[in-house]
T-cell receptor, first 117, second 111 residues
Framework: EVQLVESGGGLIQPGGSLRLSCAVS????????MSWVRQAPGKGLEWVSF???????YYADSVKGRFTISRDNSKNMLYLQMNSLRADDTAVYYC????????????WGQGTLATVS | QSALTQPPSASGSPGQSVTISCTGT?????????VSWYQQHPGKAPKLMIY???RRPSGVPDRFSGSKSGNTASLTVSGLQAEDEADYYC???????????FGGGTRLTVL
């Protein structure tokens, strides 16, 4: 059974840094396209970042240069390092994935809330 | 402002059908057959309901269907049930730079 469990959210001051983690089970992070998607309180979904199975990374313009996606294959973990945080980065951050495609998300975690204030 | 435009709300009575639209551009919805729809109940993670415009994942009732014409995609929910009341988001692949764009979401109310 596929499971994605996020952690690492919390309250952080503007300009600060936070690292989110996603523990993956049921498949290996290296075999799937892994992503972070966020949702500001009361707002819609926003794609944040992808890491391809081959290691290439992609970012939304809103986070480019500030956020870094990475993975630890030995621990089967996905990460999102968030630097220079702003109030508008406040959101629930979801870890999401689909095998062999970046065009949809078959599986989602329960999300972790990052509050920048 | 979201990249894809959805109506903020839609409603229907039990048993009726309702259609939610999702309008983009030729760079996303109109350019690829990679439109997906997600259902999100309050406090829960999104759930994939439709992918590649009209395909249903295993376990999704056939009351849910998708279509596309030009730059506009649509999700139709037939035979509305109380549990269909939720927020619905469309998304589309948008090419190598922007990858994925979402709509602003539509709150579906079952009257």
């Amino acid at each position: 059974e596929v499971q994605l469990v996020e952690s690492g959210g919390g309250l952080i001051q503007p300009g600060g840094s936070l690292r989110l983690s996603c523990a993956v089970s049921g498949f290996t992070v290296i075999s799937n396209y892994m992503s972070w998607v966020r949702q500001a309180p009361g707002k819609g979904l926003e794609w944040v970042s992808f890491i391809y199975s081959g290691g290439s990374t992609y970012y939304a313009d809103s986070v480019k240069g500030r956020f870094t996606i990475s993975r630890d294959n030995s621990k089967n973990m996905l990460y999102l390092q968030m630097n220079s945080l702003r109030a508008d980065d406040t959101a629930v951050y979801y870890c999401a994935t689909a095998k062999s495609t970046v065009t949809r998300f078959d599986y989602w975690g329960q999300g972790t809330l990052a509050t920048v204030s | 402002q979201s990249a894809l435009t959805q109506p903020p709300s839609a409603s229907g009575s039990p048993g009726q059908s309702v259609t939610i639209s999702c309008t983009g551009t030729s760079s996303d919805v109109g350019g690829y057959n990679y439109v997906s729809w997600y259902q999100q109940h309050p406090g829960k993670a999104p759930k994939l309901m439709i992918y590649e415009v009209s395909r249903r994942p295993s376990g999704v009732p056939d009351r849910f269907s998708g279509s596309k014409s030009g730059n506009t995609a649509s999700l139709t929910v037939s035979g509305l049930q109380a549990e269909d009341e939720a927020d619905y988001y469309c998304s589309s692949y948008a090419g190598n730079n922007n990858l994925l764009v979402f709509g602003g979401g539509t709150r579906l109310t079952v009257l």
